[in-house]
């Protein structure tokens, strides 16, 4: 059974930092693409940062280009986000997917295959 669990979400003030992990599950890692993704109350699901599966090469919203990295231990099957410099934009769930479709840029949530329940972040001013 595949399986991606979040976890790390939490409560942070305005400048303050948070690593979120998804441990992975069903699924050889080094298989496959993992982009985190964040869905804040009534807007879309938007992809934030991804890491592909076969050179590490990863991807940033320009968002978050500069306080957010992504990063990833096979050997553990984990996937990591640190998050830096955190606002209250920030604010949202933030989820993990897999899959092999994207290809590059910003990514888009069909293009992921399985996803994670989600962790909330919560960013207060």
């Known amino acids: 059974e595949v399986q991606l669990v979040e976890s790390g979400g939490g409560l942070v003030q305005a400048g303050g930092s948070l690593r979120l992990s998804c441990v992975t599950s069903?699924?050889?890692?080094?298989?496959?693409?993992i982009c985190w993704f964040r869905q804040a109350p009534l807007k879309e699901r938007d992809g934030v940062s991804c890491?592909?599966?076969?050179?590490?090469?990863?991807y940033y919203a320009d968002a978050v280009k500069g306080r957010f990295t992504v990063s990833r231990d096979n050997a553990k099957n984990m996937v990591y986000l640190q998050m830096n410099s955190l606002n209250p934009e920030d604010t949202a769930v933030y989820y993990c997917?897999?899959?092999?479709?994207?290809?590059?840029?910003?990514?888009?949530?069909?293009?992921?295959?399985?996803w994670g329940q989600g962790t909330q972040v919560t960013v207060s001013s």
């Open positions: 069903g699924f050889t890692l080094d298989d496959v693409d």
């Open positions: 890491i592909r599966w076969n050179d590490d090469g990863t």
């Open positions: 997917a897999a899959g092999r479709a994207w290809v590059s840029g910003l990514p888009t949530t069909h293009e992921f295959y399985y």
